[in-house]
């Protein structure tokens, strides 16, 4: 496979978190970034992170761009992605980052900039014309003669959907209501203020437990079409800077055990969905999981059983770093596809 070209429009945590992830794969190469913010801005907040350490290299601002371990990329401040200049740049792949661009529409028009692909980190709002994919759970579904836009869903959809289709696969979900305790986002507020979605969003984030709704369950069914109907969920913003977990409640169509349950989701770690769904009998917290490149990992001393039809389980993610990684997987995965169907 060729080395992928990428250009990322808004270069917030998630964008910034992808270059981190990719900057030093070969397979990859970053050649272009959009942000209204300057240069030394995001050349600053590449370098230091709070979160995640000090970037693993050199950072420089230049006037036009950023110097990143000796390779210099333009970076642009552009409203309009029609205008941007992917062409040029020659950025094949882009990562739709901003969280405004969600609609087949506005994604759209990196494609008219001269870009060949773009993936949306984030659930789409056109999912009839956007196709969705979860890494490990439908991305053979990905049709490169017809998916120029594709969506990566959420980080809790990429949690929940590999441990939802384990428990499907093998013993049947007649329902299920998913509960993610979230870390704090950027979106919330440091002090309370006013909240035009929901105004429980608007308090304090370090200060509050915030119910809060989220369509990551309901977004499940887009990668596993049987689950209509079966699936939905709600979060909770907790005042954590960053490792989210999901809590499944849910009823087996088959009678089993949790046991046998554990032994499932084990399995598919070690197999099929390995790097994509962890699995962990240690006795860990969410910082245990600062960093971790994978989008879910089964905490099996978390869970427990009713009966031989009811169950809780519990996974582990981080929301930032596990999901810029499947932004580059699926960059790949699409990539290879790409070329066997200009092969064939």
């Not at 950025?91 to 759209?108: K, M, P, Q, R």
């Not at 960053?242 to 084990?266: G, H, P, Q």
Request: charged share 20%; aromatic share 8%; with cysteine.
């Amino acid at each position: 496979m060729a080395t992928v070209k990428v250009g990322i429009n808004g270069f917030g945590r998630i964008g910034r978190l992808v270059f981190r992830a990719g900057i030093h794969n070969p397979d990859f190469e970053f050649v272009g970034i959009n942000d209204l913010v300057p240069p030394d801005s995001i050349a600053y907040l590449l370098k230091y992170d709070s979160t995640h350490g000090r970037f693993n290299g050199t950072v420089e601002a230049r006037e036009d761009g950023i110097v990143v371990d000796g390779k210099f990329i333009p970076c642009h401040s552009i409203k309009d992605p029609a205008q941007l200049p992917w062409g040029k740049d020659g950025a094949d792949y882009i990562v739709e980052s901003t969280g405004l661009f969600t609609t087949y529409e506005g994604a759209s028009k990196h494609l008219e900039a001269g870009a060949k692909r773009v993936l949306i980190s984030a659930p789409t709002k056109d999912p009839d014309r956007v196709r969705t994919i979860v890494v490990g759970v439908n991305d053979n579904d990905y049709d490169p003669a017809k998916d120029t836009i594709v969506s990566n869903a959420s980080c809790t959809t990429n949690c929940l959907a590999p441990v939802t289709k384990v428990i499907n696969d093998n013993f049947g979900l007649a329902e299920g209501l998913m509960t993610t305790v979230h870390a704090m986002t950027a979106t919330q507020p440091t002090v309370d203020g006013p909240s035009k979605k929901d105004w429980r969003g608007g308090r304090g984030a370090s200060q509050n437990i915030i119910p809060a709704s989220t369509g990551a369950a309901k977004a499940v069914t887009l990668v596993i079409p049987s689950l209509k109907g079966k699936l939905t969920g709600m979060a909770f913003r907790v005042p954590t800077p960053n490792v989210s977990v999901v809590d499944l409640t849910f009823k087996t169509e088959k009678a089993t055990s949790y046991e046998e349950i554990c032994a499932a989701v084990k399995a598919a770690s070690e197999g099929a969905m390995k790097g994509i769904l962890g699995y962990t009998d240690e006795e860990v917290v969410s910082s245990d999981f600062l960093t971790d490149p994978r989008s879910s990992i089964f905490d099996a001393k978390a869970g427990i059983q009713l009966n031989a039809n009811f169950f809780k389980v519990v996974s582990w993610y981080d929301n930032e770093w596990g999901y810029s990684n499947r932004m580059l997987d699926l960059m790949k995965i699409m990539a290879a596809k790409e070329a066997s169907l200009v092969s064939a």
